[in-house]
């Protein structure tokens, strides 16, 4: 016997093709305006409780989702780990502490906190200066053990002509301040600054920058990838080049440094400044069975996390969550491959709940992916799932609102959508997407899914933006 959600789908997938045709006016004309074929949209709008939708196109078909992925990822991680799961990083030891000198090694090991930043580390160094700790004789060994395999970032494809970028970071156990080098540039009528904003040692910034008379919010556009060289003595040297407008003020934000060269610099910037030494270098490794801990540092917790995650559309982030449902799985100390058991995880959640999940296909749990698919019908029985859960505040409440935060705040405004709706959005080169919740002006809830599958989506934001419009204005009846 198939379960209520199961025969949903099934009812659906039975009935799209009679309501291919019957778009509403506003969507329809949107579609037109944009010069986008009907075939490039798949749409489901249901009451959030269950009962007959009302639009559907398409629904059925598997489709590139963008970062609406991320609320699969999202909610599994929830009902999977709990909304007060936390992940954790330790410093350890194989010697003693003895007159304010370790002579051994510390191990820093990483526990996947997907938000580990530079100042986080700077406390639990704080903590080791705390227990009397000032001068390192040993090496520090990173332990990134946690997630298998430990880097995934090496030889990964590059996914676009953007590999410096924030949204391709590809995380790790030990991933601390995204990798990121913040560079502060600063110009005049007649001068450019460039200032290193991130707190690393042994770093010098060339300027080659020229002034140009574009407009402050045009500045990226003769801005040059920055070139850098780390030399036998430990020193990095940045440079960077190209134009940038007079008077103005803007920061950029890198990954350009490789991962070890970072937090050995960054860890010698905030130890010398806490008056610490430290002889040794950085290298990989696992700490022993037998180390002493000595700090603990818990991150935010997962529905904390989340609420960082969907609303700001955080690819590393959901990355970090998808790998921890693999790392966290029964049998994750005998998988070499982590991102496979969450597979796993995750297709075995879709049939516990009865959704069928042929067509779905996970790669990183982001949506920033080739090959990642899920049709509207199956991520809007998520979502109906979601809306029973236990869990079902925190997982609405990480959603952008319509006109107010995140990734839609700057969406239907104005209009009877704004405050009334969670949408998490999702954009690639060849898709636009929308997922989530809205009430509507007569205070009925309800599911809304649309996928924009096209080399031209882009044009088709609009389009997206008038079904949600569409159900928050009552014209659903």
């Known amino acids: 016997m198939l379960k209520p959600l199961a025969l949903l789908l099934t009812i659906l997938i039975c009935t799209a093709s009679a309501a291919q045709d019957k778009l509403p006016h506003g969507i329809a004309l949107a579609l037109e305006k944009a010069a986008l074929p009907a075939s490039s949209l798949s749409l489901l709008v249901m009451p959030i409780n269950g009962g007959t939708p009302v639009l559907t196109q398409m629904p059925g078909l598997a489709m590139i989702p963008a970062s609406t992925m991320k609320l699969v990822t999202s909610l599994i991680a929830l009902e999977e780990l709990g909304p007060t799961f936390r992940w954790k990083t330790q410093v350890l030891t194989d010697s003693p502490i003895k007159r304010e000198v370790l002579r051994g090694n510390l191990y820093l090991r990483g526990g996947g906190d997907p938000n580990l930043t530079w100042d986080k580390l700077g406390l639990m160094l704080r903590t080791l200066r705390q227990q009397g700790l000032r001068k390192i004789k040993g090496d520090i060994i990173l ?3 946690y997630f298998q395999p430990v880097r995934l970032d090496l030889g990964a494809a590059q996914f676009d002509e953007s590999p410096d970028a924030y949204y391709n970071v590809i995380p790790d156990a030990l991933l601390i301040h995204s990798n990121l080098t913040s ?13 290193l904003m991130t707190p690393l040692a042994n770093v010098k910034i060339g300027n080659h920058l020229h002034l140009n008379n574009r407009t402050c919010n045009e500045w990226e556009t003769e801005w040059l990838p920055p070139t850098l060289d780390v030399t036998k003595n430990r020193q990095i040297d940045i440079l960077v080049s190209g134009g940038f407008p007079r008077n103005c003020k803007a920061s950029t934000h890198l990954n350009i440094l490789d991962r070890n060269v970072y937090i050995a610099s960054m860890i010698r910037a905030l130890w010398t400044e806490m008056d610490g030494s430290w002889q040794g270098q950085v290298r990989d490794g696992t700490a022993p069975a037998g180390a002493t801990l000595l700090v603990e540092r818990p991150s935010e917790t997962l529905a904390d996390t989340l609420r960082i995650v969907n609303k700001r559309s955080d690819n590393s982030m959901t990355r970090v969550l998808y790998l921890t449902l693999g790392a966290e799985s029964a049998n994750a100390k005998n998988d070499a491959n982590h991102l496979q058991a ?15 999940d042929d067509g779905l296909v996970m790669e990183n749990g982001s949506g920033l992916s080739r090959i990642e698919r899920i049709s509207a019908l199956q991520l809007g029985a998520l979502l109906q799932v979601a809306a029973r859960s236990n869990w079902y505040v925190e997982f609405a409440s990480s959603m ?3 006109a107010v935060d995140g990734t839609m705040r700057k969406r239907l405004k104005n209009t009877a959508a704004e405050g009334r709706a969670r949408i998490k959005t999702g954009t690639l080169k060849n898709a636009s997407a929308v997922a989530g919740y809205v009430r509507d002006i ?3 809830n309800w599911i809304v899914v649309g996928f924009i599958n096209s080399d031209e989506a882009s044009k088709g934001k609009a389009v997206l933006d008038e079904l949600i419009d569409w159900v928050a204005s009552g014209r659903t009846q």
């Open 442 to 444: 007569n205070d009925a």
């Open 400 to 402: 952008p609102i319509v």
């Open 143 to 145: 332990d990134r053990s």
């Open 342 to 356: 969450a597979d796993a995880r995750v297709h075995a959640w879709f049939a516990r709940q009865g959704i069928p």
């Open 183 to 195: 560079i502060q540039l600063e110009s005049g009528a007649d001068n450019i600054n460039a200032r």
